[in-house]
């Protein structure tokens, strides 16, 4: 049951390959558990949840009520005690929709990253991601913002691969070369680089030439069906058959 991390540059394409991935290792027959970890919040939207299902995926770390009453902490006070080890091994089930075969769950944004729990939100954020990683046999997707703030270095071992999704140009290749070094630092061992928009075997070069020296797993091709999905809020594997035959090719490569 692999656990990867998805991350990137905003805007790269990290939500749209999360997606793929899960309706691959789903239609293989897997558990698949895809965790959305990135602010912006768009991984229901790739699966072509309505917007009224969508408005139930509640981020975890917007749940005051639940943060009180797992951490202990008491509202409207600042400091004081709370537990870093809260009751989380309920929440993948009940706040979680599914989707295609997939579960789909919510985290919101960790303050502080990276640092440790600063806070009852980061205590029960990095309790419930140590869980998902290391006790629950399940295909875990975490589709993250560009950087590490969801990992620490007790659970970034768990983590079998970290996928950084690149497009062909120097910004987003300058964040994945940022990108690498947070997750090495923190003892990640299994790096890879997606391609997506990509137009051409002359892309993929202009990436292997100026992106990180990690290996290439495969490429998404620049798609108009892409972008109608995403007009449409439909789920981007249904709508491009060419992306989903090559996040076949990706997973098989993984």
């Not at 997606?19 to 602010?39: E, F, K, N, T, W």
């Not at 509640?58 to 009453?69: D, F, G, R, T, V």
């Not at 075997?201 to 109608?228: C, K, M, N």
Request: charged share 20%; hydrophobic share 45%.
């Amino acid at each position: 049951m692999p656990k990867l991390a998805i991350t990137g540059k905003g805007g790269v394409g990290k939500t749209t390959l999360t997606a793929l991935l899960s309706h691959v290792y789903a239609g293989r027959g897997q558990d698949v558990i895809a965790i959305d970890a990135d602010p912006a919040g768009n991984l229901g939207l790739a699966f072509g949840l309505s917007a009224e299902l969508d408005a139930e995926l509640k981020p975890i770390a917007e749940m005051e009520s639940l943060i009180y009453e797992r951490t202990g902490a008491q509202p409207g006070t600042v400091g004081g005690w709370f537990k870093l080890n809260p009751k989380v091994d309920d929440i993948p089930d009940t706040f979680s929709v599914r989707q295609n075969g997939v579960r789909l769950l919510r985290l919101g944004t960790v303050r502080g990253g990276g640092t440790g729990c600063l806070c009852p939100e980061n205590a029960l954020l990095k309790a419930l991601v140590t869980h998902l990683l290391l006790y629950r046999n399940q295909t875990l997707l975490l589709d993250m913002e560009a950087g590490v703030e969801h990992l620490g270095r007790g659970t970034a071992g768990a983590v079998d691969a970290f996928v950084i999704v690149v497009e062909p140009g120097l910004r987003s290749l300058g964040t994945a070369h940022q990108i690498q070094g947070l997750a090495q630092e923190i003892g990640v061992k299994n790096i890879y680089l997606v391609a997506n928009k990509t137009r051409g075997p002359q892309d993929e070069e202009f990436i292997r030439e100026h992106g990180p020296d990690l290996p290439l797993l495969g490429s998404l091709p620049f798609t108009l069906a892409a972008v109608s999905a995403d007009q449409d809020g439909a789920a981007v594997f249904d709508q491009a058959p060419e992306l989903l035959a090559a996040a076949e090719e990706i997973a098989n490569r993984l």
